[in-house]
Structure formats: structure tokens, C-alpha cells
């Protein structure tokens, strides 16, 4: 194995063989190596966000709870710096980038690589959103009267008050699950929920937010502008 870099790219060569640098096809036919140097020290990586808000390498062959990463401070840190890649390097494929200072680690993702995974309550008693496997230390505020389904896809998001990556996040299937137990129908469910029950208020969904929002994800349909 190789010894493990103590730098941005923390834990990503210590899952890797030497054999694992050999150049491998992307899914898009794209060809990269994990910590190419495309110019002098610049180094690259590539990951991939499932729809569950799990992070792996792009190139891992096994992509489950097993081989994701989940050290919430190598989260909290990836996570924090995801913008929309701004590179002119691989911006088809991999949407999104996390920089950090001469390493560029490249994204794809399922839909959005925001991905909601649990509903909490703090200790003021306020409801908070938690993020991609990193506890409490990836989170926002829940906006439960800002929930939207997409009737076509049934697919549940919420919105994200950073710009730079959409400002937009799915909300993983289990939560959507939970959630939809408070939905209600008024148009038909061919038009997707009118409002939503919570804390015993019952809540009109505001979805105008929605169409102003970005993903570029695998199963997003959306061309990078």
C-alpha cells in the first residue's frame, strides 16, 4: 500500500496499489491517473458522490459503505471547498471541483454532491439538515415548507444557500422515505406534494426556489453551461 499523505488528498493513495495508477476509463471514456501532475506541482484527483451522499474515488471498483471515505474532518474539509469546476480541464465529466491550494480534486456525483442523510434537532430545538456522512459537522437549517419533489423522478430536494454548487441538495432516499410520510396530495400525486405536516403545523410547499437551481450530476439531464 502507500504511505498515506498527511496534505488536501488525505486518505486517497492509502486505498490504492501501485497497480491502481495504471490510467483508467472513466464511464465517459474519460483516461486520468489518480495524482497525475498535468503540470509541475499540480496534482489530481477524481471522486464520485453517490446518490446516498457517500464519497469515493471515482475509480474504485467497489462503491458502498465499505470503501467510501468517512473521516468527518477530511469531509468537513472536502465538502466545504466544492464549487463548480471553473478549470478548463475535464469540466464535462467532472462538473465539480474541490480545490485545495496546488491539488485539484475533480467531481461527478449521482445528481448533486450536496446529499441530505439526516434530520436532527439541536439543543435550542431547532431542526437541522445533516449532510454527506459527516455527522453533525456538515449541516444546515431544515426548511421542511422548502421541500420539493419531482413528480417524474420522485426524487426529494431541498435547498442549499451556496450558489457555487447549485444551491441545491437531494435528499438521500431513506430521509425521502420518512419524509413523504408527511406529505400531502392536494392536485394528485401526478403533480407531486402540496404541503407537508411538521412539529403538527401543517406547512404549504414553497417551491419557486426550484427553477432557479443547478445540477449537473450523472442523472441530473442538464448540459454544463
Known sequence: MILKRLNCSLYVLSKHTLGS?????????????????????????FYYIDHEGMLFLDDAKMKNFTSCFKEKKFLKFFFDR?????????????????PCGRERNFIRCDDTPIVFTHVT?????????????AGDVLQ???????????????????PYSLAKVGSI????SKLSIELSKYFEFENGEQQGPTHIWWKDKKLLLQNN???????????SNREIQ
Open 21 to 45: 495508477l495504471i490510467p483508467k476509463r472513466h464511464q465517459s471514456t474519460v483516461q486520468y491517473v489518480q495524482g497525475q501532475e498535468p503540470e509541475p506541482k499540480i496534482r489530481e484527483y
Open 121 to 133: 434537532e439541536n439543543s435550542e430545538g431547532l431542526d437541522k439538515l445533516l449532510y454527506n456522512h
Open 140 to 158: 444546515i437549517d431544515f426548511e421542511p415548507q422548502k421541500i420539493y419533489m419531482n413528480p417524474e423522478t420522485g426524487r426529494v430536494y431541498h
Open 169 to 172: 441538495g437531494l435528499i438521500r
Open 82 to 98: 466544492v464549487k463548480f469546476n471553473d478549470t478548463k480541464r475535464y469540466r464535462s465529466e467532472f462538473p465539480y471541483l474541490s
Open 209 to 219: 426556489w426550484f427553477s432557479s437551481t443547478q445540477r449537473y450530476g450523472v442523472n
